[in-house]
């Protein structure tokens, strides 16, 4: 198999070592290439944050080919991304996951700048198994990480971001797990929607808003609501086939219909307040009468 496969990635190797001597910067001129780096731009101009390929890269490309150990994840280099109020958003990933790069760590700062954004549909589609978000990034934007099919297994958010947006992981798998810190207010619309093998979501204390479907059609069995919670759009949790117990740590949020499956029983604390016999159609229980 080796010996086929050197005559292949010959070219690209060569590629490699030429762009380690002559650059490819995707501007008009030289001095457009230094001021897009250092100055601020408008968002409709993306630059490209360009990283270029060292020896050691290329024998972690060969060490990978060959079966041999590699690192974990990489640090994300191949980036668009603008610059706005000192600080950057990145707009898309353009290496797709080359060659089945095992994870992403995005970076942290871009030219001394923090990365604090995440735009809609920047790493959509991608072939990563693993995505770290440092705790730079308050943003990550609608559809960021979605349609990442049969790839996706780990997501690790940062504990300062505080917006997921709509669809911002929907359609990807096999993820099987998620932590929402307690910095994230507000999680969109199909944020997780049809996240099929999403089994187990922790929402730590401080999520405040759940958006309509954010979590419908996943996997989940059991789940505990924070005590901060105040709102829970239509159908957050609907077409949950295997959730069948919800707890909720502090008071009824305002009901809006149908939020979760036929088969589900709410369980709540004594002293919580605004709760009923049911609650969205669904009967609610002491904590005490949980099995």
């Not at 270029?52 to 980036?79: A, F, H, T, W």
């Not at 992403?104 to 920047?122: F, H, M, N, Q, Y």
Request: charged residues 25%.
């Amino acid at each position: 198999m080796k010996k086929f496969l050197y005559p292949l990635l010959l070219p690209l190797l060569l590629v490699l070592g030429a762009c380690s001597k002559s650059p490819v910067v995707e501007t008009e001129s030289e001095g457009e290439k230094q001021q897009g780096v250092k100055k601020e731009v408008q968002p409709e101009e993306p630059v490209a944050h360009a990283k270029l390929v060292k020896e050691s890269d290329v024998n972690k490309l060969m060490r990978r080919i060959n079966g041999e150990p590699s690192e974990e994840v990489l640090i994300d280099s191949d980036l668009w991304y603008v610059v706005e109020g000192g600080t950057v958003k990145i707009i898309e990933n353009r290496s797709g996951g080359l060659l089945g790069n095992p994870g992403t760590r995005l970076p942290e700062k871009i030219d001394g700048k923090p990365v604090t954004s995440i735009g809609p549909k920047a790493y959509a589609g991608t072939r990563q198994r693993v995505f770290i978000i440092p705790d730079t990034v308050t943003d990550i934007g609608e559809e960021a990480f979605a349609d990442c099919y049969s790839t996706l297994e780990e997501v690790k958010i940062g504990k300062n971001v505080t917006s997921i947006g709509k669809g911002a992981f929907r359609f990807s798998m096999p993820l099987k797990s998620i932590t929402i810190p307690g910095s994230v207010i507000s999680i969109g619309e199909e944020a997780f929607m049809s996240c099929r093998t999403l089994t187990n979501i922790t929402l730590q204390e401080g999520v405040s808003s759940i958006g309509k479907e954010a979590f419908a059609n996943t996997y989940v069995q059991d789940i505990t609501i924070p005590e901060s919670l105040k709102n829970m759009g239509k159908g957050a949790f609907y077409l949950c086939s295997r959730l069948s117990s919800v707890t909720f740590l502090g008071d009824a949020p305002e009901e809006v219909g149908r939020v979760f499956p036929a088969k589900v029983i709410i369980y709540r604390k004594p002293e919580a307040k605004g709760w009923g016999d049911t609650w969205g159609g669904r009967p609610v229980k002491l904590i005490s009468e949980k099995p």
